[in-house]
């Protein structure tokens, strides 16, 4: 899997929408994300991870993802996978809004194929919608459960 677009809002330390483009860090094909302790390089892993599976694995309770001071998180990632020859471009987009007090409930999940159409722009295909749908799209297209791609991709602090 190459990332491509990272969109992160409301996640942890993330209050504002916050976008990173991988393009521009895996052009030599590897990177790393550095910074202080604190700085938010744990997040980044956890959106793409609740963009994937509608999970954190750090955090045992959903609640634990919002940052106190929003009323929902939306985390977008794009992402190809594929052999050079058959490589395929996807979205997936999820919304979770604070509930009642402090719990934090599933409101929107979308996978999307971007296809290339011609010079004027991207065609978009929606392939999932709904957190069970996505859920399993994901898992088909990757190959991997949710606490397999924690243990191989992500490797979670304190965990090895």
């Known amino acids: 899997m190459k990332p491509i677009r990272l969109t992160i809002a409301g996640l942890h330390s ?18 790393g994300i550095f910074g202080p302790t604190g700085s938010g390089k744990s997040t980044i892993l956890d ?3 609740l963009a994937l599976y509608g999970e954190v694995g750090r955090t045992s309770r959903k609640q634990g993802i919002l940052n106190h001071a929003e009323k929902q ?10 052999r050079q020859d058959a490589r395929k471009r996807y979205q997936v987009d999820r919304i ?15 996978l999307i194929e971007l296809e290339g159409t011609d010079a004027t ?33 992500v490797l979670p602090q304190g965990k090895f």
Request: a negative charge; proline letters at 1%.
């Open 14 to 31: 993330f209050r504002e929408r916050q976008e990173i483009n991988f393009t521009l860090l895996t052009d030599t094909g590897m990177f």
């Open 121 to 153: 722009g991207v065609g978009v295909i929606v392939l999932a919608e709904g957190n069970q749908a996505v859920n399993q799209m994901i898992r088909n297209l990757i190959g991997l459960e949710p606490q397999d791609f924690t243990r191989a991709v």
């Open 73 to 82: 998180v939306a985390v977008s990632f794009e992402f190809e996978i594929g």
């Open 96 to 110: 979770f809004k604070r509930a009642t007090g402090y719990a934090v409930a599933h409101h929107s999940s979308r």
């Open 47 to 49: 959106a793409i991870t």
